[in-house]
Nanobody, 120 residues
Framework: QVQLVESGGELVQAGGSLRLSCAAS????????MAWFRQAPGKEREFVAG????????NYVDSVKGRFTISRDNAKNTVYLQMNSLKPEDTAVYYC?????????????WGLGTQVTVSS
């Protein structure tokens, strides 16, 4: 049974930092591209950042470029999202997702999410 378990979300002041983690189990982690998505109240879920299976390639939505960094540790089956210079508009539930081989396909698995709240 595949599980993606996010952690690290909390209430933080604008300008602060958080690091989200997503621990994966039940899948061959280094065969999956990983991504973070987020969904703010009343809005659709949006892609935030993605990383290929080896960690050699990453991509980001424009609104987080230069502030967020996605990384992975294949030995620990974990993907991270380092979030700096947080803004109130970053407030959302953040979801981890896994897509077999490539993020060009719809993710195969999703976590349940972790809440990030940025106060102004």
């Amino acid at each position: 049974q595949v599980q993606l378990v996010e952690s690290g979300g909390e209430l933080v002041q604008a300008g602060g930092s958080l690091r989200l983690s997503c621990a994966a189990s039940g899948l061959t982690f280094n065969r999956y591209a990983m991504a973070w998505f987020r969904q703010a109240p009343g809005k659709e879920r949006e892609f935030v950042a993605g990383i290929n299976w080896s960690g050699s390639s990453t991509n980001y939505v424009d609104s987080v470029k230069g502030r967020f960094t996605i990384s992975r540790d294949n030995a620990k089956n974990t993907v991270y999202l380092q979030m700096n210079s947080l803004k109130p508009e970053d407030t959302a539930v953040y979801y981890c997702a896994a897509a077999y081989l490539s993020l060009t396909r719809v993710p195969d698995y999703w976590g349940l999410g972790t809440q990030v709240t940025v106060s102004s």
